[in-house]
Each structure stands twice: as structure tokens, then as C-alpha cells.
């Protein structure tokens, strides 16, 4: 399989209900639920694509956008942006929709990095 079709392959879609338990005092998604949520499908997204134990270690430039309202569905997706020897980037994309209509935006967007690491925690190549 080549690199662009493990790219593709391991592109991950998430979708939330955003209810009152995961918001602020504003009424819209607490930022720190919205990472993470990022976080952990940034981190599927990179274990689909190497098949390895994979570790966050950073996040690159969280953009919040738009609020994201209590009563709204949000669809998170991660896609593998850049891949090293040892580690890989995954960008992620949070895109709130109404309920009961047809409206749709991209509300917040990231990165987030991650090094393969074998059983004792120490750094591995990303197989190719």
C-alpha cells in the first residue's frame, strides 16, 4: 500500500452531540473537552496509519473559530499531515452543524504530533 493511500485509509471521522455537560458558562463547548476530543482522534488517526504504539508529544496552534453551541453536532477529522522518521503529524478539524438544518462550519483546527515508541517507551521508526 502506498503512503497516500495509508494517508487516506487512515483518515478518522468522529461525530459528538454537544450537551450542557461539556460547555462553559457561555454556553458553548469548553475548550479544554474540544481538545480533548482533537487529541483522541488525532491519536486513532495515527495508530490507523502506522499499526504502532503511538504518543502524543504536542499540539501545534489550536485555532478556535467559531463557538460551538450547546444543542449542536460536531464531526472531528483527523488526517495524517506529515510523517518523519520517528514521528507524524496529524491535523484535525472540528466542524459544528445544527440539528434540525442543513448548516455546517469549520469552527476549530490543530495539530497534533506523535512518536512511535516500542515496549519500553523508547522512540521506534514509523515503519513505511
Known amino acids: 500500500m502506498t503512503r497516500e493511500e495509508r494517508i487516506t485509509q487512515s483518515e478518522t471521522h468522529i461525530f459528538k452531540a454537544v450537551f450542557p455537560n461539556t460547555t462553559n458558562h ?68 472540528i466542524f459544528v452543524e445544527q440539528m434540525y438544518s442543513n448548516e455546517r462550519e469549520k469552527a476549530v483546527s490543530g495539530e497534533f504530533t506523535f512518536v512511535a515508541i516500542d515496549e519500553h517507551k523508547n522512540p521506534v521508526k514509523i515503519e513505511q
Do not use: C, W
Request: no cysteine.
Open 26 to 93: 457561555y454556553d458553548t463547548l469548553f475548550g479544554g473537552t474540544a481538545m480533548h476530543l482533537m487529541d483522541e482522534v488525532a491519536f486513532i488517526a495515527a495508530t490507523r496509519y502506522s499499526r504502532q504504539r503511538m504518543v502524543t508529544v504536542s499540539s501545534d496552534r489550536i485555532d478556535f473559530k467559531k463557538p460551538i453551541p450547546a444543542g449542536t453536532i460536531v464531526e472531528l477529522i483527523g488526517k495524517v499531515a506529515y510523517i518523519g522518521n520517528t514521528s507524524l503529524k496529524v491535523r484535525v478539524d
